[in-house]
């Protein structure tokens, strides 16, 4: 009820292909063997980088680069994954990251969320021209205005400081906007009903708005925090000491380190991703309705 | 009972007039906006005063007028960062688009698969690019890569030389964006898809029309608003290319991969030269705008 636009019949993930129906016809077997050959084919060229990542990560490092390509490994060298810990700061990093990942998404989503109500749903002088600013800057790239960025982060003391990376994720307009266009799918009438019963908007917003667009916070929740996991150029901008790095800038520092053991970097991208493949894994249904909705209504 | 209740009503309704909804309109949006504002407003509008002016991190900034602009009209790198700019976006837009209605359209179909399929078209785009990077980097090697050995095997004698190359970095970056962005594209284009109603094809079909007309005369006008929005997100995200570059090829070799966001960087960062980075990012600013406005015009004529 709260949203069947963004939640396409089909894109439900796991549903399995449904029973012919009349609804649109079998195509010729000819036809079908030819989109399954297709099918195969692009899973094949999509999966190889991920199959040749955990492969090379279980190869002694001379074996990773050879003529003719060895395409499994053999002896499996399990290894690497002892090594990385010890050579590197991996612990750290992902401390780092995940005490990241996490504020920000609790900021983003709380702040987010709480402003997205303000645009949606309470009139108010200006706020037509206040959204406007908001989806402007998500049409302006960040390297366009990185560098003054850069330079207020340098005078408000946050640089080479989490706190820089904080500032720099949490208050994203992608929040506002998400959760803008989710809302806008709640039916008026029940907050109007509920202003007849006396009830502040702050309460409109926690006991009605909150629990009706639990999927869109799920959806915000998880790109928030994949985004944040995956971010490469804040770090590599923002973070010098090593005891601040986070996953991506120190695997890529230890890239540079190690730029000849092939196989213990292929073992530190494997850990890299594996934490953000189980979320996604997990919460896909999330990640295909928030991209849905950002998306088809933008 | 019921008519007190209703003169409470009626009080409580008068006791919210405009300036209490524009408060509370404001105490809402405060803790995102102050955040935003300082953080990502005030560096967008300081952006056009550092640009006209000369300043490294040390010294004050000096407004120069148009100068920094001056020095960029016979910069030649600025010039071979925004032609390799255009070549990637030129190239990475239609491949992406193609790519990814393409996929969409054969995972609308009922065949068996298609949600495992979804779900690794997908993987890609949420992959951390640092990983992706390094991994497309062994793929790609001349030498020992298993990409040039399925083309040996193929017949082809000379394999290109790819990141090393400085003929072939490009396309290679170009490779990986393209495999990378696809899987998010193509669920956009998959919801597009699932909003057109199933009768239109079935009066098509009476009506004789073939599969390919049915795709040129339903699907490509019911998806129009999906691809302008594609478009629009794929030209924003080819004119910012840059991570991906830095990681892959850094530029190189020579200058082949060199792009304006990248150039950017190495001014701002790597030299020091706010004022100059600023003015080339101003340009980066002003293509990105100039682009969504054209794109938003002519959507709106062709929509009426």
């Known amino acids: 009820m709260t949203g069947t636009l963004l939640q396409p019949p089909a894109l439900h993930i796991g549903a399995g292909p449904a029973p012919t129906s009349g609804n649109r016809r079998r195509a010729h077997p000819v036809w079908r063997f030819l989109g399954y050959l297709t099918l195969v084919v692009a899973a094949a060229a999509v999966l190889l980088p991920f199959f040749w990542m955990v492969v090379s990560s279980l190869k002694a490092n001379s074996d990773v680069n050879t003529v003719p390509v060895q395409w499994l490994p053999d002896p499996v060298v399990w290894q690497n994954y002892l090594d990385i810990w010890r050579k590197s700061d991996m612990t750290t990093w992902l401390g780092n990251t995940l005490l990241l990942s996490v504020t920000v998404t609790a900021l983003q989503v709380f702040t987010g969320s709480f402003a997205a109500y303000g645009f949606a749903k309470v009139r108010f002088p200006g706020r ?125 520092t230890f890239i540079s380190q190690y730029n000849a053991d092939y196989a213990l970097i292929m073992t530190g991208s494997v850990l890299s991703v594996l934490p953000i493949a189980l979320i996604f894994l997990l919460g896909q249904r999330h990640f295909v309705e928030g991209i849905a909705t950002s998306g088809l209504k933008g | 009972m019921a008519t007190i209740q209703a003169g409470r009503r009626r009080r409580r309704r008068r006791l919210r007039p405009a300036w209490r909804n524009t408060l509370t309109g404001w105490s809402f949006i405060l803790p995102n906006l102050l955040g935003f504002g300082v953080f990502t407003l005030v560096p967008v509008l300081a952006l056009f005063y550092y640009a006209f002016t000369d300043w490294n991190i040390f010294g004050v900034a000096e407004w120069v007028g148009v100068d920094n602009f001056t020095r960029m009209l016979g910069d030649d790198s600025f010039f071979t960062a925004l032609r390799n700019t255009l070549y990637y976006t030129a190239l990475h837009i239609p491949l992406t688009m193609g790519a990814a209605l393409g996929l969409a359209l054969l995972l609308n179909r009922k065949l068996r698969g298609v949600a495992f399929f979804r779900t690794v078209a997908f993987f890609p785009y949420i992959t951390s690019i640092v990983a992706i990077a390094q991994v497309w980097n062994l793929l790609f090697s001349p030498q020992y890569g298993p990409i040039n050995a399925l083309l040996r095997a193929l017949g082809a004698a000379n394999p290109p030389g790819w990141t090393v190359s400085a003929d072939w970095s490009m396309p290679a970056v170009i ?130």
């Not at chain 1, 709640?186 to 909150?210: F, H, K, N, V």
């Not at chain 1, 998880?222 to 973070?239: A, C, E, H, K, R």
């Open chain 2, 175 to 304: 490779i990986v964006s393209t495999w990378r962005e696809m899987g998010y594209y193509m669920l956009i284009f998959l919801a597009g898809l699932q909003t057109i109603p199933n009768q239109l094809y079935e009066a098509a079909r009476i009506d004789g029309a073939g599969s390919w007309q049915r795709f040129r005369n339903i699907t490509l006008p019911s998806l129009r608003p999906t691809t302008f929005f594609v478009v629009v997100m794929l030209t924003i995200g080819s004119f910012k290319v840059f991570d991906l570059i830095l990681l892959l090829t850094d530029g190189g070799p020579g200058q082949s991969t060199l792009v304006l966001s990248q150039y950017i960087y190495q001014k701002g960062f790597e030299e020091n030269q706010f004022g100059y980075a600023s003015a080339v990012s101003v340009v980066l600013f002003a293509i990105c705008f100039a682009i969504t406005v054209v794109q938003f015009a002519v959507n709106k004529r062709r929509a009426s």
């Open chain 1, 128 to 252: 037509n021209l206040l959204f406007l600013a908001y989806i402007g800057t998500l049409a302006v790239p960040w390297q366009s205005y990185m560098v003054p960025q850069f330079i207020l982060m340098s005078k408000l003391q946050l640089s080479d400081t989490l706190w820089a990376i904080i500032a720099l994720q949490a208050f994203n307009a992608l929040g506002v906007f998400l959760m803008k266009q989710y809302y806008e799918t709640i039916p008026e009438e029940l907050s109007e009903a509920a202003r007849m019963d006396g009830m502040t908007e702050y309460g409109i917003y926690r006991r009605i708005m909150l629990p009706l667009s639990a999927p869109g916070l799920a959806s915000l929740t998880l790109l928030t925090f994949v985004n944040t996991w995956n971010d490469y150029l804040g770090p590599l901008i923002y973070l010098r000491s090593p005891d601040v790095r986070t996953i991506q800038l120190g695997l890529s």
